[in-house]
């Protein structure tokens, strides 16, 4: 599975990601390398991971990444332009907070992508 993500294959990096984010598949829980799986998911264009992605920026990991609305937008958007239902929910709320409130509470496991590996 990890080298199918690796190279390219879509399902597998959202596996991979689903792995690292709960400590599942023989991969242990790391927050970082779920952030990083899942932003390269979204990066090629999975809908799901797109969403996810948005989730994380509209949470935050103290000490860590802070809430960053705009990127949150931006990939709720993304996911919503590609038929994610939920995504409509979640950019409805994250366009009602205050720009210093997280979105529907801390609800995202780990902090927002360190870094965007968008296409």
Request: glycine fraction near 10%; include cysteine.
């Given at each position: 599975m990890f080298n199918r993500a690796l ?33 390269i998911a979204a990066g090629n264009g ?17 000490g860590l990444v802070k809430i960053d ?51």
């Amino acid at each position: 599975m990890f080298n199918r993500a690796l190279n390219g294959s879509l399902p597998a990096q959202i596996r991979v990601a689903e792995c690292y984010e709960h400590g599942t598949g023989g991969a242990t829980r790391s927050e970082i390398l779920a952030v990083l799986s899942y932003s390269i998911a979204a990066g090629n264009g999975d809908a799901g991971a797109q969403f996810r992605v948005g989730e994380m920026y509209a949470s935050e990991l103290p000490g860590l990444v802070k809430i960053d609305k705009a990127q949150a937008r931006e990939w709720f958007e993304s996911a919503i332009k590609l038929g994610h239902d939920d995504a409509h929910g979640a950019l409805e709320e994250l366009i009602k907070q205050p720009d210093n409130q997280e979105v529907g509470g801390n609800h995202c496991p780990f902090n927002p992508p360190f870094c965007r590996l968008r296409a």
